[in-house]
Structures are given as C-alpha cells and as structure tokens.
C-alpha cells in the first residue's frame, strides 16, 4: 500500500484564490511526520509546512496552512490567496518513528495559479 | 540563511562510467540523506547517514552505490557504473540534531543524464 497519495495530479486556482492540495497517508505508526515540499520548475524541493501525529492544533506558515484530520489520516495543504509564483508541483511526505529516518513521498500536484 | 548545496547541477556521463554527485549539507547538520526522482515520478529514498555510516538504504541502494563524507562538509554519492535508469534527478537532504519537527532540508539537485 501507498503511504502517501497525492489523488489530484494538476490543480487550476485563480490568482487571489485559496486552493486545497489534498495528501491521504498510511501508516500504524503513532508517532510520524507529515511534510509539504514545493518544487518549482527549476527544480529544487522547499520545505513549506510540517505537522507532527500529536500536534493539537493544524500547522500555519504564513499563507500556507495544514488541514490535519487524524481520524481521516489526511493532511491537507492550504494555500490562500494564490499568487503566480505558486505554481510549482507539490509533494506531501512522511517520515514514521518506527521507520526511522527516510520520507515518503507522494506523486505530488501540480498547481497552476491563473492571473 | 543557510543551504544545502549540491554540484554539478546537471551531469551527462556514457553508460559503465562512474560518477561522484557531491554535496555540501547545512554546517551543524548532523544527518544526511540521498533521494532521487525520476523525471515525472515521486522523490524516492535512497540512503541515510550518520555519525559516518549508513544509518538505512532503500532496495534502490545496491552494490553499485556508495556513499561518503571524505571531509568535515562533504557528503558525496558514487554510482560505480551507471546505468540508463540512473537518470534522474538526485537530491542531497540534511537535518539538524533532533528536534521537534525532523524536517529534511533539500539542496537543488543534481540532474544526471546517462547516455
């Protein structure tokens, strides 16, 4: 099984426009990580945003917010109000305790931010 | 702010060549890590390292791979004889000593072409 999926390949927003980037994930593990990277054409991977399993609150970085759903085990990227330099692909990741230190990455979304 | 460096940006080698992907990590970075992504396909783990040995590999990581900090900054990955599916886009990662959140910082890459 996947531990991540990214269902949504490419995603359309208007400038000015929030826009959800959705990341379901797999895992028995209490303790994990979840990650959103940004990767812009030029092809370099930005950290974003991070939310640990017994985080209470959803993460916030600056317009970037993470719509945590344990139950659910889907963790969600927020992006609000959209600007052209926001189109890049977008990766959701995990790292599990058990599992020591490697990512797992999803398939990724890539946003399109219209003007 | 501090980065993660990686050089060259982008390497064409002949299939059977050796090459050496070099890395220089974030200065009090103490884990290190190798992915790589096939072009259009998710970032894939490869190996991590600490304290000067090789904390976990992926199935990916065979004989043909090797990986070393020759110096106190340096962490390189050696593909001893690459083949055509090494071609992809490989990234180098580091994190700091344990913290809250274990987020791995991505240098640009290195996109190696096999012919």
């Known amino acids: 099984a996947q531990k991540i999926t990214q269902t949504q390949p490419g995603m359309f927003v208007q400038e000015k426009e929030a826009v959800t980037l959705d990341c379901t994930y797999d895992?028995?593990?209490?303790?994990?990580?979840l990650f959103w990277y940004k990767q812009p054409s030029s092809g370099e991977m930005i950290f974003l945003i991070y939310?640990?399993?017994?985080?209470?609150q959803n993460a916030t970085e600056g317009r970037y917010s993470l719509n945590f759903q344990k139950a659910r085990k889907s963790a969600n990227l927020v992006i609000s109000a959209s600007q052209l330099g926001d189109s890049a692909m977008y990766f959701c990741?995990?790292?599990?305790?058990?599992?020591?230190?490697?990512?797992?990455f999803g398939t990724g979304t890539s946003l399109t931010v219209i003007p | 702010e501090p980065e993660v460096t990686q050089t060259p940006s982008h390497q064409v080698t002949q299939m059977g060549q050796e090459v050496i992907l070099r890395c220089v990590p974030i200065?009090?970075?103490?884990?290190f890590y190798w992915y790589r992504q096939i072009l259009g396909q998710k970032v894939e783990f490869l190996v991590s390292?600490?304290?000067?040995?090789?904390?976990?590999k992926s199935e990916i990581f065979d004989d043909q791979f090797s990986v070393e900090r020759p110096d106190g900054s340096n962490f390189t990955l050696k593909i001893r004889s690459t083949k055509l599916e090494d071609s992809a886009m490989y990234f180098c990662?580091?994190?700091?000593?344990?913290?809250?959140?274990?987020?791995?910082?991505f240098g640009p890459g290195t996109r190696l072409t096999v012919l």
């Open positions: 990662a580091s994190r700091p000593p344990s913290g809250r959140t274990d987020t791995q910082y």
């Open positions: 895992t028995s593990d209490p303790s994990y990580g």
């Open positions: 939310q640990g399993s017994y985080d209470q």
């Open positions: 990741a995990m790292r599990e305790k058990s599992t020591g230190n490697q990512f797992y």
């Open positions: 200065s009090n970075h103490l884990y």
């Open positions: 390292f600490y304290n000067n040995e090789i904390s976990e």
